[in-house]
């Protein structure tokens, strides 16, 4: 037996906000035997996954399944629409804006890096962290990059590493009144199938995404959802590309297959993931992830302390970070949790480093499951010394018995 497997009794609890739990149905499905990725039975799952995932971006354009993590997402993105030098206008809402920029740095690029600008008494360490997209210093620099040397506009949706959200068709509005033809390109990587998200309405070129959040599967499997901008962009592009190239891609997958091996098993779990969306409805997986986060919302306000998104109106329905009081190491604080509840909660990343915990509320769970994690949080928080002004896990029961969850659709 793995040592991975054993847990003392009962579950694990997961609540890291991404890789998030893994439904059962999901597992058996990935647990079929793999089969020959260029057989006849193969195209038939790859027509149905490559059709299936459009829905979930709201796109009628292609979308491109890599087997790669999200980080490998975010290259195939840059490296097949841009050329060595280009300038690129890239906004830091927290880690993951952060890891994008110097990846693309990496890459050859010239990432030009906004920021909300003030100080913040709460976390003096990244004062910006705690912000959407300020839409007008995007819409402000590219009306005055008269030559257009700005060739793509890069923001994340939902920021893992803070908790906050942005709005992507306000990012697009701000593009368009300052009519720069730059491409737009946005990492849903934690927001995909838990909050709306909508590719060709919101005039995005590329949009990157990965498996193991509201997808609800392992890591594994990255996305390019792309437009015909994108693709036109990609034919005079220069950045080296090979395993990354859409062009192959889109041309194999015509007949449902890939240029090279898949990871057909998280293809067979994508294929169940996609399912189990339909069934329960889009909107109702939103529905369900913006109430999660209200109770959760109202546990952290019960506690008394901060939460890392300051403006109440774009917090993330999928996870919530939890500002510590100086001088209490949230690490230390995780750590004795997971130890004593075995509970596992996402880490303060990058600046904000042992000064904030992240709580997931996403993908397979539950009301109970969320009250499990909230009374970890508050055993966890008490015993480091940290005073709390109430209970929070009082008020979650309080909100979840009052707002009933929607009852799921009759089969
Ligand atoms: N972007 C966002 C918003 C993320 O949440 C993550 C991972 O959590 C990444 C990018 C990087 O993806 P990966 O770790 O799968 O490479």
Redesign the pocket.
């Known amino acids: 037996m793995l040592t991975l497997d054993f847990h003392a009794t009962g579950h694990h609890f997961l609540q890291i906000?991404?890789p998030s739990p893994v439904p059962d149905r999901i597992l058996r499905a990935i647990s079929l035997p793999t089969i020959d990725h260029r057989g006849p039975e193969f195209g038939a799952l790859g027509l149905k996954v490559l059709a299936g995932i459009k829905e979930v971006f709201k796109t009628r354009h292609p979308v491109v399944i890599y087997p790669?993590?999200?980080?490998?997402?975010?290259e195939a993105a840059l490296s097949n629409a841009l050329s060595p030098g280009d300038h690129v206008l890239m906004y830091e809402t927290g880690q993951?804006a952060a890891?994008?920029a110097r990846l693309a740095r990496r890459l050859g690029l010239e990432p030009e890096i906004l920021e909300w600008q003030g100080s913040d008494a709460d976390l003096p360490e990244a004062p910006g962290w705690r912000h959407g997209v300020q839409t007008a210093l995007i819409e402000e620099r590219l009306k005055a990059d008269k030559e257009h040397r700005i060739k793509a506009v890069c923001v994340?949706?939902?920021?893992?590493?803070t908790g906050v959200t942005s709005d992507i068709a306000a990012v697009r509005r701000a593009i368009d009144a300052a009519k720069h033809p730059a491409l737009f390109m946005v990492?849903?990587?934690?927001?995909l199938a838990s909050t709306d998200y909508r590719h060709d309405e919101w005039g995005v070129d590329v949009t990157?995404s990965?498996s193991?959040?509201g997808l609800m599967l392992p890591?594994g499997i990255?996305f390019n959802a792309l437009s015909p901008k994108a693709l036109e962009a990609s034919k005079t592009a220069k950045l080296p590309r090979s395993y990354w190239a859409w062009d192959e891609m889109i041309a194999m997958n015509k007949t449902g297959y890939f240029p090279y091996t898949p990871n057909t098993n998280l293809l067979y779990g994508l294929a169940e993931a996609l399912d189990m969306l339909k069934e329960e409805g889009l909107d109702a997986v939103f529905a369900r992830h913006r109430r999660w986060a209200e109770g959760v919302r109202g546990a952290v306000d019960a506690w008394g302390l901060p939460m890392q998104c300051a403006d109440p109106a774009l917090a993330s329905p999928i996870l919530t970070g939890v500002i510590l009081p100086a001088g209490v190491d949230a690490d230390r604080v995780r750590a004795d949790i997971l130890k004593r509840f075995d509970l596992s909660l996402g880490a303060g990343l990058g600046k904000v480093k042992g000064r904030m915990f992240r709580i997931g509320h996403l993908g397979y769970s539950n009301d109970l499951t969320l009250l499990a994690t909230l009374a970890g949080c508050e055993m966890g928080l008490k015993l480091a010394g940290v005073n709390l002004a109430g209970s929070g896990v009082a008020s979650a029961m309080e909100y979840f018995a009052a707002h009933p969850a929607p009852q799921a659709k009759a089969a």
């Open positions: 906000p991404g790669s993590s999200g980080t490998g997402a975010w993951f890891l994008w994340v949706h939902n920021e893992t590493s990492d849903t990587i934690s927001g990157v990965g193991q959040k890591p990255g």
